[in-house]
């Protein structure tokens, strides 16, 4: 009997102590720099030719959410997304994402009104992660639209810090981190976020600071899309960290969103090429690369630049990078604009930062100026 009490004692002292050391490993995982980066498969991009290097955390997005099961699935790309990237990077840290702009919100609304539909939701959710090799979980729900939603927000990202630290503790692994894309302010697309809730329950959050402005916003002038700072007084990267903060959300949970993409103009007058010019609409340049709603990726960008001669323009003032040739005119973010971000990441004490998206760069440049101002 006595034996049998001091195996026990031994084996619960043992238990203590491997959670002891999962919970240090992780909050000292957590506490580490992020630069990041989101892998969109649709972007027929290889995950095989990312330079996983220059990256400690990259996102595969996006896993659907059933509207019926409540349960998630993944592309194949996805699924092999971990193994693929570790073997070039074997410490880089893969989140899988979940939702994303294209997904349905009111999916996300109803999954998380209810118990047993989260339940549903953040089981498969770590299942899927763990199968497939990740080490963390990002929500993106593009938006909890209404002050219930906000309310089932946090019960849900309650629920599932709770239930990923009960499977840490049953499977003696590292607890999966726990993330969420959200918007530019707490309050720009919905009621305000759960900023208290958020700071208990999430490593840290991927403010989206871009899509500000677009060729099919009125009015119809050309704009910086992702401007660090606006002195007209609308909304900014710098404004909505300042919002996040102020709201009371810890800098050390901020992660600042970097585009590599732009917004091409078509000029009213190709004379008239600086910043609020009047334009008309989505620029019409054929062979360029640019979608329906205007936007262009950075290596497409460059294409662009080199093929017509564009004149490029860097604007210190919102930090943004424009370029013009003829009607064509594109807001962007070039070396000096992602180089003073980043620098404002350092001086605030946040995070880190992450690209929208990793395909989307022009031979690593952007990717490479990020990760050496980061240090």
């Not at 290889?46 to 349960?71: E, G, M, Q, Y």
């Not at 539909?117 to 497939?132: E, M, P």
């Not at 980043?342 to 490479?368: E, I, M």
């Amino acid at each position: 009997m006595q034996t049998s009490k001091v195996k026990m004692a031994t084996q619960t002292l043992t238990l203590i102590m491997l959670l002891l050391l999962s919970t240090t490993f992780h909050l000292s995982t957590a506490q580490n720099k992020v630069k990041g980066a989101y892998y969109f498969p649709e972007s027929e991009f290889p995950v095989t030719s990312i330079k996983a290097t220059l990256f400690t955390h990259l996102f595969c997005a996006f896993a659907a959410l059933n509207s019926t099961t409540n349960k998630i699935s993944i592309s194949s790309s996805c699924s092999s997304f971990t193994s693929t990237i570790r073997q070039s990077n074997p410490s880089i840290i893969t989140l899988l994402s979940i939702g994303g702009g294209s997904s349905n919100p009111s999916t996300f609304s109803s999954m998380a009104s209810q118990s047993s539909s989260r339940t549903s939701f953040i089981n498969s959710c770590i299942s899927t992660a763990r199968n497939n090799g990740y080490y963390g979980i990002d929500i993106d729900w593009e938006y909890p639209a209404s002050t219930t939603d906000m309310k089932n927000f946090c019960t849900l990202i309650t629920e599932c810090r709770a239930a990923i630290t009960k499977e840490a503790q049953s499977s003696g692994k590292t607890p999966l981190l726990l993330t969420s894309a959200v918007s530019a302010t707490p309050t720009l697309n919905s009621p305000s976020y759960p900023v208290s809730c958020i700071n208990t329950n999430m490593d840290f959050v991927n403010i989206m600071a871009y899509d500000f402005d677009a060729p099919s916003y009125t009015p119809q002038v050309t704009s910086a899309h992702a401007a660090l700072y606006n002195p007209s007084g609308g909304v900014s990267g710098s404004s909505g960290i300042t919002a996040w903060t102020t709201a009371g959300l810890q800098a050390s949970k901020i992660v600042l969103g970097l585009p590599f993409y732009g917004y091409a103009w078509q000029l009213q007058n190709p004379a008239n090429h600086g910043l609020g010019a009047p334009a008309n609409g989505v620029a019409t340049a054929t062979g360029v690369g640019i979608d329906t709603d205007g936007s262009i990726t950075f290596i497409d960008i460059k294409s662009f630049n080199s093929n017509s001669g564009a004149t490029t323009v860097y604007n210190s003032t919102y930090v943004v990078n424009y370029c013009y040739s003829g009607n064509t005119w594109i807001g962007y973010d070039d070396v000096d604009a992602i180089g003073a971000k980043v620098s404002y990441v350092k001086s605030k004490a946040l995070r880190g930062y992450f690209a929208w998206s990793v395909g989307g760069d022009y031979n690593w440049t952007l990717s490479q100026k990020a990760s050496t101002t980061l240090g």
